[in-house]
């Protein structure tokens, strides 16, 4: 069993950043690779970054590439996202997913992120 506990969301204005934080226990993190999703109100739960095991490849959906970055601490069993030029489009519940192999095991229960306009 791996547990993520996602930190960081907050009510902040259009332009502005934010830094989400996940932190794991429980089995070796550096066995996972990791992934962001968001879920805005009425609408599925998305994809919006992930990074491999060791944090050497990062993958983002379009609608936040050149805005947001994903990393990973191995060290700290923690994985992160950097979150610039936030728009009220990026307005959702975003969630923290540990994969071992070819689906997404464990979850976090997520933090709200608002963004006003």
């Known amino acids: 069993q791996v547990q993520l506990v996602e930190s960081g969301g907050k009510l902040v204005q259009a332009g502005g950043s934010l830094r989400l934080s996940c932190a794991a226990s429980g089995r070796t993190f550096s066995d996972y690779a990791m992934g962001w999703f968001r879920q805005a109100p009425g609408k599925g739960r998305d994809i919006v970054a992930a990074i491999t095991k060791s944090g050497d490849t990062t993958s983002y959906a379009d609608s936040v590439k050149g805005r947001f970055t994903i990393s990973r601490d191995n060290t700290k069993n923690t994985v992160y996202l950097q979150m610039n030029s936030l728009k009220p489009g990026d307005t959702a519940v975003y969630y923290c997913?540990?994969?071992?192999?070819?689906?997404?095991?464990?979850w976090g229960r997520g933090t709200q992120v608002t963004v006003s306009s």
């Open positions: 997913a540990a994969r071992s192999r070819f689906t997404y095991d464990y």
